[in-house]
Nanobody, 116 residues
Framework: VQLQASGGGSVQTGGSLGLSCAAS????????MAWYRQAPGKQRELVAI???????NYADSVKGRFTISRLNAKNTVYLQMNSLKAGDTAVYYC???????????WGQGTLVTVSS
């Protein structure tokens, strides 16, 4: 299974960006999907997570500004980011784990840069 993320880029403070990440491969059975991010010099952190049934959870730093969603039929997860701040600048990684096997997958990362 491969995860292909897209949608990163540069935006000014207060702007919006949307990310998407699609899983592809044989015998795909995706359970949880999530977005992580890693800023320069910092550890990777969880941004938002969504279960197969649609339950979501967010890091406190993005609550009310970011929205995670998914389309199970397309094995795709989305992250809508609004009211972006300089502190949101990071490489964003999508993550998924397998519904039946003890396997986890990571996307290649997409850079989001927020500048004033």
């Amino acid at each position: 299974v491969q995860l292909q993320a897209s949608g990163g880029g540069s935006v000014q403070t207060g702007g919006s960006l949307g990310l998407s990440c699609a899983a592809s491969g044989s015998y795909i059975s995706i359970n949880v999907m999530a977005w992580y991010r890693q800023a320069p010099g910092k550890q990777r952190e969880l941004v938002a997570i969504i279960t197969r049934g649609g339950s979501t959870n967010y890091a406190d730093s993005v609550k009310g500004r970011f929205t995670i969603s998914r389309l199970n039929a397309k094995n795709t997860v989305y992250l809508q980011m609004n009211s972006l701040k300089a502190g949101d600048t990071a490489v964003y990684y999508c993550y998924a784990n397998d519904l039946f096997r003890d396997l986890a997958y990571w996307g290649q990362g997409t850079l989001v840069t927020v500048s004033s």
